[in-house]
């Protein structure tokens, strides 16, 4: 059985730092390509970014520069370390893995106000 759990995720005040996790159970770890995604109220899931086997890197526009991902394969382990928090990053942002199928975490909150 496959299992994405997230953490990380909670208040920021803008301009802040978060860094998010993602632990991986069930597959083959360092085959898989991870990912960040995340949706706001009433918008659609959207790529954050991705790290492949080989670990290169994918990012949306609105994070280049802001946002990291990187992956720990001995631990099973994807992180997303994020810069420069602007309440536009406001949303519930979701662990990702293509390993033969599609795999989701349960999503982890993420708000950025003052």
């Known amino acids: 059985q496959v299992q994405l759990v997230e953490s990380g995720g909670g208040l920021v005040q803008p301009g802040g730092s978060l860094r998010l996790s993602c632990a991986a159970s069930?597959?083959?770890?360092?085959?898989?390509?991870m990912g960040w995604y995340r949706q706001a109220p009433g918008k659609q899931r959207d790529l954050v970014a991705a790290?492949?086997?080989?670990?290169?890197?994918t990012y949306a526009d609105s994070v280049k520069g802001r946002f990291t991902i990187s992956r720990d394969n001995a631990r099973n382990t994807v992180y997303l370390h994020m810069n420069s928090l602007n309440p536009e990053d406001t949303a519930v942002y979701y662990c990702?893995?293509?390993?033969?199928?599609?795999?989701w975490g349960q999503g982890t909150q993420v708000t950025v106000s003052s």
């Open positions: 790290i492949t086997r080989s670990s290169s890197t």
């Open positions: 990702h893995a293509r390993w033969i199928n599609d795999y």
């Open positions: 069930g597959i083959i770890f360092s085959w898989a390509t």
